[in-house]
């Protein structure tokens, strides 16, 4: 049995223009299990979805460099200043524009999608940086290496006191993969990247909220809720 849904908001939750998808909406009312919201985006933005969807304040932003148990309880996992580092290295090389939500965040650093990504990803490598260049086909994170999506569902299913095994998983982006790998069921949405479907229990055969909504269907279909 799922005693818990981690699912990420931009491209799973939403459409291509971030807009949110009635039909994802109204499968997440329907759940009678806690939704944690796993997202790239700030803390802010993740609490004002939750607000939104009516889900909990238990939720993971910036790919796990920030965890949230509660209102009042949020952790912060990740060190900002090697991202700060690594951004000074690389804007020396690459064009880097930061998106103006920056100011929001407090660990990773959100880039635009307008260098090449690979060779960053490279350079990073090559001059063995402590973090990760991460495209989640929104933004270019440069984020702590030590944290992700993962880990930090790892945080959050330990105050839970839910295994990580007893949680289900959604997403559509490579972002997800770690936390996919800690989860009793993954599923992606018809959207989702390659390889991130290569893993997935189930592929879902629409795209974006639609394909949420899909899976949240199959799941209930089955009785694993």
Do not use: C, W
């Given at each position: 049995m799922i005693r818990a849904i981690a699912v990420d908001i931009d491209g799973t939750l939403s459409d291509q223009n971030r807009v949110l998808c009635p039909s994802a909406v109204e499968a997440v009312r329907r759940l009678k299990v806690p939704v944690i919201l796993t997202t790239g985006n700030t803390h802010c933005f993740t609490r004002t979805v939750s607000v939104l969807l009516g889900t909990p304040r238990i939720f993971i932003a910036e790919n796990g460099g920030v965890v949230s148990h509660s209102e009042n309880d949020v952790e912060t996992l990740a060190d900002p200043a090697v991202c700060r580092e690594a951004y000074r290295q690389l804007s020396e090389v690459f064009p880097l524009d930061v998106y103006n939500s920056s100011r929001y965040r407090f660990t990773d650093i959100a880039l635009k999608r307008n260098f090449d990504v690979s060779e960053a990803s490279r350079y990073v490598t090559a001059r063995n940086l402590p973090v990760d260049i991460l495209d989640t086909t929104y933004a270019v994170h440069i984020k702590d290496k030590r944290v992700d999506k993962g880990t930090g569902l790892?945080?959050?299913?330990?105050?839970?006191?839910?295994?990580?095994?007893?949680?289900?998983?959604?997403?559509?982006?490579?972002?997800?993969?770690?936390?996919?790998?800690?989860?009793?069921?993954?599923?992606?949405?018809?959207?989702?990247?390659?390889?991130?479907?290569?893993?997935?229990?189930?592929?879902?055969?629409?795209?974006?909220?639609?394909?949420?909504?899909?899976?949240?269907?199959?799941?209930?279909?089955?009785?694993?809720?």
């Open positions: 790892e945080r959050v299913a330990e105050r839970m006191g839910i295994s990580p095994e007893e949680f289900a998983a959604v997403g559509d982006s490579t972002s997800d993969i770690p936390m996919f790998k800690l989860v009793g069921f993954k599923a992606s949405v018809n959207n989702a990247h390659p390889d991130l479907k290569a893993v997935s229990d189930y592929v879902a055969k629409a795209s974006y909220g639609q394909g949420f909504a899909e899976i949240v269907n199959y799941m209930v279909e089955r009785r694993m809720l």
